[in-house]
């Protein structure tokens, strides 16, 4: 009889624990359900780059009433999610309530504590751009109807400026000039987007012209109240300590603090730099004649770009030929375009341009300088070493394969919404620096051994990187300073390294983010090296790893239940 009833009694347990996680991960399915359409409601440019167009009307609600309903529901927000029991949850679910945990206290900090928009000015003007930017090139939708939605956003700008100038209260200098410069190119871009619009929709014109009239006026005017606005602290732009190590540990899940990445930073970069120094005197001893190259007679424009793109099929297809990760048969095309006109101006290098992860279009585009239309001579001698050495391998493995365009291709695949709509800087960046050294390592570019210290150039500039960003935005740093000891350490040019740094101070902690994120990668690859011993595959790897969506590698640990 007692067996019976112990029996009975174990039963009873498994049933209650059985319902009490059924019932806790319904509550948090809700919760997160809820979370996420409030984010994507209040930053609706950032729902337009994740694919999602329920908002492509809207810019962000930057009125003082908006601002604190929204500081108030996220409050409301982490107050429900600290109910949750996490431990009633499966693994999985655990992780997600760790990230839509992250996602709320960081939205909380940007509007609650760091305050970004009192005291930037070239955050609206980044909204109106790229806002217009991310309908105009993807074609989620026809020209038509995507133009409805370019054009509210044309007229929603007045506003948008309206709320800036109510909102900023001596905004930091540096960031007032930013600004001021991005508005020319932000006046420039409006008016390509609505002469293409015009040209492609006349029947749309008149309501195109009288949007972007607005839109132009209104930014003219903004730039001439930033030649007025009184300025506070040069050193505004610096979040402080404790913010930055909040962003550490809620953001990325880091165990460490500012002090302790500093010193991470100070380590990689005297190791890099030996290292440096050490592979070009051996280089220079070791260096062997390269046979003449001369210019094609036919080398046209045309080759130049099949050749780009080229250069990214047959990426794609080392990858599985040397069995470094799968690649699906049905993924996106990554496609080689010049640089759109109306983004010239924005865009001076090479860039990719993502699909969002929840499109249902996967192409990506990946933006390279535009050739002129004939080439002289001289030009022709110059492509054709480049195509001979075969130099767009290093910009397709960062850009394309095996890193941004293949990580969200897969990120695309997530079905958890909670994971898909994540993209941690550490995972982005960190993955596409950790190809370039892995592509090195597994022969990508045959004997040439003077791309190795491209790949140590690449990873020195990184770890002066984590530097910068710590010690800028604790205060140990001025920009000036910033900029005097990256231009000495690196031997680099000072104009594009203030550019650089100039950059660094509109984002926070991610400089550093980089070669950190890189090397949780390398400690991910490392830690299932010695879980799985003789059964490890790096293929098996690389897989996995882009398979849990752009989540912060730290949370791969748990989930992946590594030590």
Known sequence: MKTVLLALFVIMLMATSIYSQNTTESSFNNLAVDILENLQSFYPVIATSKGIHKYDYLFTDYSSKSISNEISKLKKFRSRLNKIKPMLLSLDKRIDWKLIGSNVDIALQNLDKIKWHQKNPYMYIDDAVTGVYLISVSEYAPLDSRAQNIVARMKAVPDLFMQAKQNLKKPTPIYVKLAQETLATGIDFYRSVADDLKEKLPDLAPEIETASHRAISAMKDFAQFLKNISTGAESGFAIGKNEFNYKLKNEFFFDYDADSLLKIGEALFNQVDSMYAAYEIWLDSNRTEIDSVYPYNCISKDEILNYYQWEVEQTKLYLSQKGILTVPEDIGQCLIVETPPFLRNIIGSIAYEPPGTFSEDQTGFFYVRPLPDSLEDEQKAVYSKYINRRGFRGSVVHEAYPGHHMQFMMSSRVQDDIRKWQSNICYVEGWALYC?????????????????????????FRAARIIVDVKLHTGEMTIDQAVDWMTKALDADSNFIRTEVNRYTLNPTVPMSYLIGKKEVIKLRDAMKTKE???????????????????????????????
Request: glycine residues 14%; charged residues 25%.
């Open 533 to 563: 011993g003789g059964r490890f595959s790096l293929m098996n790897f690389h897989d996995r790893y882009l398979s849990e969506g752009m989540l912060p590698p730290r949370l791969l640990w748990e989930l992946w239940g590594l030590k």
């Open 436 to 460: 370039e050294e892995m592509m090195y390592e597994n022969g990508f570019y045959g004997t040439d051994k003077r791309r190795y210290l491209n790949v140590l150039g690449g990873i020195q």
